[in-house]
Every structure is written in structure tokens, then in C-alpha cells.
């Protein structure tokens, strides 16, 4: 960031113009980070609603039938298969939504 002060209109026009090259640079890594997290939000959130851990938890509970039972279908491979179309087709939506919104705000 800058520190000088302003005192005429070419400072003030050089300023401007190195503010929007910095607006340029946070928009462009804005976007990057936006796009990292549409990539990976449908794991991220597999993971942390299904977790890696909870259906093996779950199926070595000594004498738990039901909890047995709910840690075979967490482990069910089709399961997981839907449960990742499903939060990927939510993120999606998500992403295109974030999309629209910032096109709004920002042409």
C-alpha cells in the first residue's frame, strides 16, 4: 500500500490506477479460490457428513445390531456413489448461484 499523499492530479490519476491493478489482483485470486472451492466442496462435505471414519465406527460396535447395520450402509459403495452425485449436483447449484451473484455486483 501506498502512504504518499496526494497533492496534485497526476498523483491522484497514478493512484487510482495502482488501485485498480491491486482491485485486478484480489478479483483474479477471488476467483481462484472460488473455483478451488467449487472443486472440492462435494468431498469436503461428503466427508463431513458421512465422514471417513463413521461407518467403520459404527459396524465395530461390539453387540449394536443397528449400529452395526447403519456402519454396512455407510460403507455400501453405491451409497457413497449417491451421496457424492447428490452434493456434487448441490454444489453446482451453489456454484452458479455464487456466480450470479457476483456477476450482479460486479459486471
Do not use: C
Not at 4 to 27: D, V, Y
Not at 40 to 68: D, E, P, V
Not at 77 to 92: P, R, S, V, W, Y
Amino acid at each position: 500500500m501506498s502512504s504518499q499523499k496526494i497533492h496534485n492530479l497526476a498523483t491522484l490519476n497514478s493512484e487510482i490506477h495502482r488501485l485498480r491493478l491491486r482491485q485486478k489482483e484480489i478479483e483474479d485470486q477471488l476467483d481462484k479460490n472460488v473455483i478451488g472451492l467449487k472443486g472440492n466442496f462435494g468431498s469436503m462435505a461428503f466427508h463431513t457428513i458421512i465422514g471417513s471414519g463413521i461407518g467403520s465406527y459404527l459396524a465395530s460396535s461390539t453387540g449394536n445390531f443397528w449400529g452395526g447395520l447403519v456402519g454396512r450402509i455407510f460403507q455400501s459403495t453405491k451409497l457413497q456413489t449417491g451421496l457424492h452425485k447428490l452434493i456434487d449436483g448441490f454444489t453446482e447449484k451453489v456454484g452458479e448461484g455464487i456466480d450470479s451473484i457476483a456477476s450482479k455486483i460486479h459486471p
